[in-house]
């Protein structure tokens, strides 16, 4: 079983949509939860970073964390074409250890 | 959010040739770097973590002798591959955690082709 679970999609939205962006995870001991952005090409951008359980929202993003289910989310309000990308979840036991990371979502917001 | 930089962003070489490709923290001190390998359409794989000053730790399945890890100071890690084949083509992104900053900030990015 990997650590980190997520769908690879690819998962296309019409634009304004909201969109649910989604990881499982099997070590409870992880405390730290990031979503990075990457486009084609690119290094992954940081989008959101939580620490332990809870909701944390930046703009037209909201990161989720559900410990108990071993569950993160990000939710993208009022999508745009340039949201398209490839979204990474990421995880780790402390911020200067090893991240774990998905496989990543493509995401594209069709205009 | 802290900045890293890497260079070059892409690089061309002929198979059996070393290349080096830099990690630079611009704006905080480094005290650990990591060097990831992605693969197209695929996630990260880390290669390897290096701690300024100390010997670099690979992961697992990971050669220490051709791809050779550096972070002699706190603002700078290199990457060295040697006698580069085309397997070793991907691209390579480094990222850094250190004084100051709350979690890892990733670089642009190095695509390698080896021909």
């Known amino acids: 079983q990997k650590e980190v679970e997520q769908d690879p999609g690819p998962l296309s939205v019409p634009e304004g949509a909201i969109v649910s962006l989604n990881c499982t995870y099997s070590?409870?001991?992880?405390?730290?939860f990031m979503w990075y952005r990457q486009y084609s090409r690119k290094g992954p951008e940081l989008l959101m970073y939580?620490?332990?359980?809870g909701n944390k929202e930046d703009g037209r993003f909201t990161a989720q964390v559900d410990k108990s289910s071993k569950y993160i989310s990000l939710f993208i309000r009022d999508s745009q074409p340039s949201d398209s990308a490839t979204y990474l979840c990421?995880?780790?036991?402390?911020?200067?250890?090893?991240?774990?990371f998905g496989t990543g979502t493509s995401l594209t917001v069709i205009p | 959010g802290a900045v890293v930089s890497q260079h070059p962003s892409r690089v061309i070489c002929k198979s059996g040739t070393s290349v080096k490709i830099e990690c630079r923290s611009l704006?905080?001190?480094?005290?650990?770097m990591f060097w990831y390998r992605q693969f197209p359409k695929k996630s990260l794989m880390l290669m390897a973590t290096?701690?300024?000053?100390?010997?670099?730790?690979?992961e697992q399945g990971v050669e220490k002798d051709k791809f050779l890890i550096n972070h002699a100071s706190l603002t700078l890690s290199t990457l060295t591959v040697t006698s580069a084949h085309p397997e070793d083509s991907s691209f390579y992104i480094c990222?850094?955690?250190?004084?100051?900053?709350?979690?890892?900030?990733f670089g642009p990015g190095t695509r390698l082709t080896v021909l």
């Open positions: 990421a995880m780790s036991l402390n911020t200067g250890n090893q991240f774990y």
């Open positions: 070590n409870s001991a992880f405390q730290y």
């Open positions: 290096s701690n300024e000053g100390s010997k670099a730790t690979y």
């Open positions: 939580t620490y332990s359980s």
């Open positions: 990222s850094a955690y250190g004084r100051g900053t709350d979690t890892q900030y």
């Open positions: 704006d905080f001190q480094a005290t650990t």
